[in-house]
Structure formats: structure tokens, C-alpha cells
């Protein structure tokens, strides 16, 4: 008889986020990924006006948009399905290859816009996947009472990426033109991925553990979503299988069993777990949720009517104020620094108080300073507002993102994060162009106006549902 001998599983840190190394390891990962990605569309952007007319260059800087909305809702199936981390690793490789190999072409020809646009159409794809396993993997790196400083903190991230990678994709363009951008956006990237495997996952509950309580109604147990097992397993799984197996137990993995029936009752055909099941499974867990399912409404407001005002609207805005180009940079610099300043607070105190109402209050208060925006003659009045909107909307999205993070069930958060970024990544950017007739036909003011309503309308939904309202942060 042999004693299998099973390997502790990672503990949570004892510290807070900041000062694991595990958790750093990520971040570090996931902000070489992120410049990466700000130097890869800097040099596809160059690359497309270089090879075509503007209107082919704004048809290949848009053509990754189509398969990332499409396909997003089943890359969050295929994050819980195989495991966050496993699918993040393969995405940035995938997404490394590609363009190297596209940086190798134009080293020694001139392709033109069909092998740029089939590299946008390939990141779209591998977007639709990525984002949602970059979402569920902060879950697997750190304990749940630090899922908010560790929002605060990919923050600060993404602000980060914002600030470096452009210039970093300009330098590569002035160097070597758009071929060395390309590599050096494919090295990015490539450092991402040995960083990641260094990550170790953590032991993480079982579905429909902690937050069985928050969900209105339950799946019948045929159509459970995958199951966590309580059994302590190897570093880098929950449950002592390979990354994203299912767990030993497990009701709904690819090769579910059902459970053994009583002698002499009827047998129970097996029914395994199939990518549709596990999608319609994910979407009923959502509309369930009695936090989940309004802050995703409210997630969705706001963005709706953030985006447009804040991008296209403000050019416009400018333009029609005779700030110029300058001032414009000036506006969205201000909002940069206050977006950063919400999350580098998130990140320092790790939680707010009464994060449900805080989020919606913020919410309201960033639709009011956007509603202002509009109104206000100068440049350095709007420096001002900018600057609080960045404040407001950050400190809203921050915590909106932190309770999605600590109230989804993790077996679950694949497909929450899929969700979520549908609306985000798919819908709101749709507001651009709408936003851009709207003030042709109407003017700023009103456009502005209107946008600060449904931004607003998010923050009502957060105050008016109790449990969101009075939903709070583990501490």
C-alpha cells in the first residue's frame, strides 16, 4: 500500500497585497502586459496610416473590436473551464508570437493592410479571452479581504501602462518605424509570461460557498456551474488537479458524473457539463444575485454615459471652446491624475467603509462634474473638473470593480468579468459615434447633460437595491 503524499496548497498572505511578493509577481506581469498592449496599437495605428487611407487606417484600429464583443462571453466560460491563469499564460504567448511574427514581416517587406488587419482581428480574439481570465486570476493570487487594495493597485497599473506606453510606442516608431515597435511590444509581452508562471494560485472555496447567501435562486443541481473541491492539493490548484481540471467531485466538469443512486431506484443518465451549459449556468448565477445582477446595471450606466462624453465629446469640446490641443491635454492629464489618485487611495487603505453606497455616491457626484464640464468657459476651470471627475469616476469604478471581484463565487468569476466587460468593451464605446451627431445636432451642453443623466441613473440603481447599497468590502 503506497501513501500518496499531497503538497500543501498557498495559504493567503498573512500581510497586506503590497507586500507579497506573489501578488507583485502578478502585478508586474500584468503591467508589462499592459505597456505592451499600449505600444502594439501605437505602432499598429502608424503602421495602418503608413499603408492606407485614413478611413482603412480607422477600419484596422476598429476590426478587433467585432470578435472581442462576440467572443467574450465564452472566453469567461473557457476562464472558469481551464483556470485563470493557464488562459492568461497562453493569451500572452499567442498574443507574443503573433507580433513577432508580424515585426519579422515588415523587417524584410511590406505586406500591406490585410496582414495588419488579420493581427487586429487575432488580438480581438485572443482579447475575448484574455480579458476575462485577467479578471477572475487576482482571486487566486490573494485572500479575499485584499481583492480591493489589489483593484487599487491594477489601478494604478493600467495609468501606469497609459503614461509609458505610448511614448515608449512613439520611440520605437522614430527608431526603426513600425517593425521595431512591433517587437518591442511583442518583448513586453514576452516578459509577461515568465512572471506569470512564477505566480502561485491559492486554495480557493468552493462554488456557491460564501456568497450562496447573496443569490436569489439557486441552479438545480444538473446544471451547477463547476465546483471547487475542498480537498488540499499542490501549489497552482484548489484542488490537487492540474490548473482549471476539474475538481475530484466536481458536478459539472467535462466528464461529470452523477451521483450513485440507491439500490433498486432508477439510473440517472450522465449529463456532462458542455461551453453552453456552463455560459447559461454563468448568465442565471448573474441575474440571481442580489448584488451581482445591479451592479452590473449600474456598471453599465456608467460607462454608457462616461465614455462618450469623456473621449470623442471632449475633442469637440475643445475644439468648440478654442482650448486647443494643448488644453485638451490638460483636461486629460487632470482626469489621468485624479482616476490615479482614487485607486493609489483603494490600493493604501485596502477597503472603504459602506463600499455600496460610497460607490454610488461617487458615481453621482462624477455624473454632476460631467454635467459641468460643458458649462465651464476655460481651461483651467476644466483642469478642475477633469480633475474631480477623474476623482469621482475612478474612486466609483474602483469599488464597483473591488465588489465584483469579492462577490462573485470564483468558480463563477470568468464569466461575471466577461459580462461586465461586454458592457464596458462592447457597449459603451458604441456611445462615441452617437455621442458626436448628438452634438452636431444639439450642441455640448445638452449632450453633456444627457450623458451625466445616464451616468447618474447608475449611482440611483446602487442606492435604490438595498443589498447593493449595503454591500461592504472584506476587511
Known amino acids: 500500500m503506497t501513501t500518496t503524499v499531497i503538497p500543501p496548497a498557498v495559504r493567503p498572505p498573512a500581510g497586506p497585497a503590497h507586500r507579497d511578493g506573489n501578488v507583485l509577481r502578478w502585478l508586474g506581469a500584468y503591467t508589462a502586459s499592459m505597456i505592451g498592449d499600449n505600444v502594439f496599437y501605437i505602432a499598429l495605428s502608424w503602421a495602418a496610416v503608413r499603408s492606407g487611407t485614413?478611413?482603412?487606417?480607422?477600419?484596422?484600429?476598429?476590426?478587433?473590436?467585432?470578435?472581442?464583443?462576440?467572443?467574450?462571453?465564452?472566453?469567461?466560460?473557457?476562464?472558469?473551464?481551464?483556470?485563470?491563469?493557464?488562459?492568461?499564460?497562453?493569451?500572452?504567448?499567442?498574443?507574443?508570437a503573433a507580433v513577432l511574427t508580424v515585426a519579422a514581416l515588415l523587417f524584410v517587406a511590406h505586406p500591406g493592410l490585410w496582414l495588419l488587419a488579420l493581427l487586429a482581428v487575432v488580438f480581438g480574439i485572443?482579447?475575448?479571452?484574455?480579458?476575462?481570465?485577467?479578471?477572475?486570476?487576482?482571486?487566486?493570487v490573494t485572500g479575499r479581504d485584499q481583492l480591493a487594495r489589489v483593484q487599487g493597485m491594477r489601478g494604478l497599473a493600467v495609468r501606469f501602462a497609459n503614461v509609458v506606453g505610448a511614448p515608449l510606442g512613439g520611440l520605437g516608431v522614430a527608431l526603426g518605424g513600425s517593425a521595431t515597435a512591433f517587437a518591442l511590444a511583442g518583448l513586453l509581452i514576452a516578459v509577461s509570461v515568465p512572471l506569470l508562471?512564477?505566480?502561485?494560485?491559492?486554495?480557493?472555496?468552493?462554488?456557491?460557498?460564501?456568497?450562496?447567501?447573496?443569490?436569489?435562486?439557486?441552479?438545480?443541481?444538473?446544471?451547477?456551474?463547476?465546483?471547487?473541491?475542498?480537498?488540499?492539493?499542490?501549489?497552482?490548484?484548489?484542488?490537487?488537479?492540474?490548473d482549471g481540471a476539474p475538481a475530484r467531485g466536481d458536478a459539472s466538469g467535462p466528464h461529470a458524473r452523477v451521483p450513485d443512486v440507491e439500490d433498486?431506484?432508477?439510473?440517472?443518465?450522465?449529463r456532462p457539463a458542455t461551453a453552453w451549459r456552463d455560459l447559461r449556468d454563468g448568465l442565471r448565477y448573474i441575474?440571481?444575485?442580489?448584488?451581482?445582477?445591479?451592479?452590473?446595471?449600474?456598471?453599465?450606466l456608467g460607462d454608457?454615459?462616461?465614455?462618450?462624453?469623456?473621449?470623442?465629446?471632449?475633442?469637440?469640446?475643445?475644439?468648440?471652446?478654442?482650448?486647443?490641443?494643448?488644453?485638451?491635454?490638460?483636461?486629460?492629464?487632470?482626469?489621468?491624475?485624479?482616476?490615479?489618485?482614487?485607486?493609489?487611495?483603494?490600493?493604501?487603505?485596502?477597503?472603504?467603509?459602506?463600499?455600496?453606497?460610497?460607490?454610488?455616491?461617487?458615481?453621482?457626484?462624477?455624473?454632476?462634474?460631467?454635467?459641468?464640464?460643458?458649462?465651464?468657459?476655460?481651461?483651467?476651470?476644466?483642469?478642475?473638473?477633469?480633475?474631480?471627475?477623474?476623482?469621482?469616476?475612478?474612486l466609483s469604478g474602483a469599488l464597483c470593480g473591488a465588489?465584483?471581484?469579492?462577490?462573485?463565487?470564483?468558480?463563477?468569476?470568468?464569466?461575471?468579468?466577461?459580462?461586465?466587460?461586454i458592457v464596458s468593451l462592447g457597449l459603451a464605446p458604441l456611445s462615441m459615434p452617437l455621442t458626436a451627431a448628438a452634438i452636431g445636432w444639439w450642441g455640448t451642453g445638452p449632450v453633456f447633460a444627457g450623458s451625466a443623466v445616464v451616468c447618474g441613473l447608475g449611482g440611483v440603481v446602487a442606492l435604490a437595491v438595498r443589498d447593493l447599497r449595503r454591500a461592504e468590502l472584506p476587511r
Open 287 to 300: 441575474r440571481g444575485h442580489r448584488v451581482l445582477a445591479p451592479l452590473i446595471v449600474t456598471i453599465a
Open 264 to 270: 433498486g431506484a432508477a439510473a440517472v443518465p450522465e
Open 304 to 394: 454608457l454615459g462616461f465614455v462618450g462624453p469623456l473621449n470623442v465629446g471632449l475633442a469637440l469640446l475643445a475644439d468648440r471652446r478654442g482650448w486647443g490641443a494643448s488644453g485638451m491635454g490638460l483636461v486629460v492629464a487632470a482626469f489621468g491624475a485624479g482616476a490615479g489618485a482614487a485607486a493609489l487611495l483603494l490600493a493604501w487603505r485596502g477597503t472603504l467603509p459602506r463600499a455600496g453606497s460610497a460607490g454610488a455616491a461617487a458615481l453621482l457626484g462624477g455624473s454632476v462634474a460631467i454635467g459641468a464640464l460643458a458649462q465651464v468657459p476655460g481651461v483651467g476651470a476644466a483642469v478642475g473638473v477633469a480633475l474631480a471627475i477623474g476623482l469621482l469616476a475612478g
Open 54 to 96: 485614413p478611413s482603412q487606417a480607422g477600419l484596422v484600429m476598429a476590426v478587433s473590436a467585432v470578435p472581442r464583443a462576440l467572443l467574450m462571453l465564452g472566453g469567461g466560460v473557457v476562464a472558469d473551464r481551464f483556470g485563470p491563469r493557464r488562459v492568461v499564460i497562453g493569451s500572452d504567448a499567442v498574443r507574443c
Open 126 to 140: 485572443v482579447d475575448a479571452v484574455f480579458m476575462p481570465a485577467v479578471g477572475a486570476l487576482p482571486a487566486r
Open 197 to 242: 508562471i512564477s505566480v502561485r494560485m491559492r486554495e480557493t472555496p468552493p462554488a456557491g460557498g460564501a456568497n450562496t447567501a447573496n443569490t436569489a435562486n439557486t441552479a438545480n443541481t444538473a446544471d451547477a456551474a463547476p465546483a471547487g473541491a475542498e480537498a488540499v492539493g499542490p501549489p497552482g490548484d484548489p484542488d490537487g488537479s492540474p
Open 403 to 421: 465588489l465584483l471581484q469579492t462577490q462573485s463565487d470564483p468558480a463563477y468569476l470568468g464569466r461575471v468579468t466577461a459580462v461586465a466587460g
